[in-house]
């Protein structure tokens, strides 16, 4: 597909309604990452009205990988406006993310929350790049399972991962499906680890 046709897809376009029925909107950036220290590839927040907000990086990334984060953050607007289970074990920890990154042995309940927060999100995205035959949905799942195992990885050894290498690399090594639940992640297998020590 090319952007345009990303762009003009239906999913899309379900995505701006539903955030617009929320007060909420998104944001394509045009830089490499989103703004804040932590230089992620794409947010879902609320902005200072409590609207929702999802920004997404689209600099440096290929039409498939910028929408597939698209696709993640949405997810993470389900969960919200869903209510779900995880969703509200979630926001009833009330931590941020770069406390967690940054003590993560003061955190050890917040990151396996955090760890089945994010396999939830997972899920849902992978349902909808195959109901809506978006892209190839095991690749998907590979780039996912390499960033579930940076949670376990986080939660192991107390250090979240930098890799030097392209994640391409290390989603190759990755299964093609998610494991059954995020516990599994904590078995983290050697060729996954030894990209994640630094």
């Known amino acids: 597909m090319l952007m345009s046709s990303l762009i003009n897809s239906d999913i899309y376009k379900t995505i701006e309604s539903d955030?617009?029925?929320n007060d909420g909107k998104i944001f394509l950036q045009k830089g490499k990452y989103c703004a804040g220290v932590s230089k992620c590839d794409g947010i879902f927040y609320f902005n200072n009205e409590g609207?929702?907000?999802?920004?997404?990086?689209?600099?440096?990334?290929?039409?498939?990988?910028w929408f597939g984060v698209l696709i993640h953050e949405?997810?993470?607007f389900l969960q919200w406006t869903t209510n779900s289970k995880i969703w509200q074990k979630f926001e009833n920890q009330n931590f941020a993310f770069d406390?967690?990154?940054?003590?993560?042995k003061k955190f050890k309940e917040e990151i396996l929350i955090l760890l089945?927060?994010?396999?939830?999100?997972e899920r849902r995205a992978i349902k909808i790049i195959k109901d809506n035959n978006l892209f190839c949905h095991k690749e998907y799942a590979q780039y996912a399972n390499a960033i579930?195992?940076?949670?376990?990885y986080l939660y192991k050894n107390n250090i979240w991962p930098m890799p030097r290498?392209?994640?391409?690399?290390?989603?190759?090594q990755c299964p093609n499906v998610l494991l059954k639940s995020h516990l599994n992640y904590l078995e983290i297998p050697e060729s996954i680890i030894q990209f994640y020590q630094n």
């Open 19 to 21: 955030l617009s029925e």
């Open 51 to 65: 609207d929702p907000v999802i920004k997404v990086a689209t600099g440096d990334k290929t039409e498939k990988e």
């Open 74 to 76: 949405y997810c993470h």
């Open 99 to 104: 406390d967690i990154i940054s003590k993560p």
């Open 116 to 121: 089945a927060l994010e396999r939830d999100c």
């Open 148 to 152: 579930l195992y940076k949670y376990a």
């Open 165 to 172: 290498t392209r994640y391409k690399t290390i989603a190759n």
